[in-house]
């Protein structure tokens, strides 16, 4: 399943107090303190779909990281939008977010399986990245999601999860143009550089599990975190929460295209397929704004 997404995502107007978004309602920055930067996206997310956002800029001081999840609430249900996301929004119920650190993001299942309560989720798992796991079965789960992908020219191209797949072209983050891009952009690509960085892009969606239930994905530079949250109730609609807390000062809404992607795209990917790194693109005779677009896109 692909997602079909005619919506131009943006940011609600009802957020933290903290938070100034921009003309386009694409970027969020936290203007003072810690706190208070509670944002929500300004549409429901539909089965599938991501929302994706860039980290654009970092404040020293603080600790603490960007928190990202799900929220069942209506932002405009709310009386006052929360300080925290964690644990004022969540202690609200039908809230379901967790905080991105250096480190330790990604799920690891557990073997014994707790049938859950109404209401709750399974074995109350946390985020968190297993420093041990299981190689053979590592190993099991790679061939039964190479047996689960379609057989195409494109397969490399898309993120799959479960029966979602996502373009990939936009889940990784780039550096900025600098001497050193070449080096930083494949330290993207392989998540050696901690999620918390600048211009990494990490994104939420939820994917279908049957019966009006969806469990909830995080993923970080292109890279599936796991199933963050399960058997989360899809009666009604679902809102992306981002929550610009602490040391993460600003971040932006990342378009992805699903479907056919636009001429433009194309373009940038054919040019850059044939060129050792982005930033050989100045060696290329082509109009700057094309050359500005496969650099910068």
Known sequence: ???????????????????????????????????????????????????????????????GHLRIGLTARDPRSLEVVPEYSIPNLTDLGDSWIFAITRNHNKIVE???????????LVGGRRLGRGEEEDEAGDQADERTAMNRKPKTFFTDTHLYIENVRIPRDKLVGRSRPGRYSHILDDLYKTN???????RSRIGVLYVPRGEGLADMHIVINGEDMGASAKRISTAGPLYAVVDVFAA???VRIVQVEYGFSSLQTLCRKAIQKHIVHRMAIDWLELPEALKHYCKYE
């Open 248 to 250: 993460t000062k600003c």
């Open 1 to 63: 399943m692909e997602p079909v997404s005619d919506q131009f995502m943006q940011f609600h107007p009802i957020h933290g107090t903290n938070v100034r978004l921009d003309h386009s309602g694409t970027q969020a920055t936290r203007v003072e303190s810690f706190a208070n930067g509670v944002c929500f996206s300004k549409c429901p997310l539909k089965p599938g779909e991501i929302f994706l956002i860039e980290i654009e800029d970092k404040e020293l001081g603080w600790c």
């Open 192 to 198: 050696a550089l901690p999620p918390t960085a600048r």
């Open 110 to 120: 557990e073997a014994e399986v707790i049938e859950p309560r109404q209401g709750e």
